[in-house]
């Protein structure tokens, strides 16, 4: 089993490969896009969201919750930016664009994944 780690409150931004290239190939092929592009599949959950859904798709428990400090213990201070850190990332030009994802959901993405 496991859990969130930290507070699980910290957005975890997640895209599946298949987005990744639709992405690339959508940005290659839309003349309105320029500049950056966040690749991001839309709604990013929060950690203890994401633990939840991999736990229901895994079919196992997810109430062992991994602690601030014994995550900076195992990873030292790549812990803060790897696990802890927080960042809502939008995919706003994909969406403005009409990027039609393959994945949009974590758990459909995860049982695709899986499945394979």
């Known amino acids: ?10 957005y975890w931004s997640w895209v599946s490969l298949d987005d990744v ?4 190939v959508h940005a290659i092929s839309t003349d309105a896009l320029s ?3 966040n690749v991001v599949a839309p709604d990013p959950p929060t950690n203890a969201e994401y ?21 900076r213990l ?3 201070g790549m812990a803060d ?9 939008e995919p706003a030009k994909l969406e403005e664009t009409g990027y039609n994802y393959r994945h949009p959901e974590l758990e459909g993405a995860l ?5 394979e």
């Not at 930016?81 to 990332?89: C, D, E, F, G």
């Open 74 to 76: 195992v990873l030292g």
């Open 35 to 37: 500049g950056p592009l």
């Open 51 to 71: 633990t939840t859904v991999l736990g229901r798709v895994l079919g196992r428990p997810t109430f062992f919750a991994v602690p601030a400090p014994a995550a």
């Open 111 to 115: 049982r695709h994944l899986l499945q």
């Open 81 to 89: 930016n790897l696990l802890l850190a927080s960042a809502r990332v």
């Open 21 to 24: 290239v639709g992405a690339i």
């Open 1 to 10: 089993g496991g859990g969130k780690i930290g507070s699980g409150r910290q």
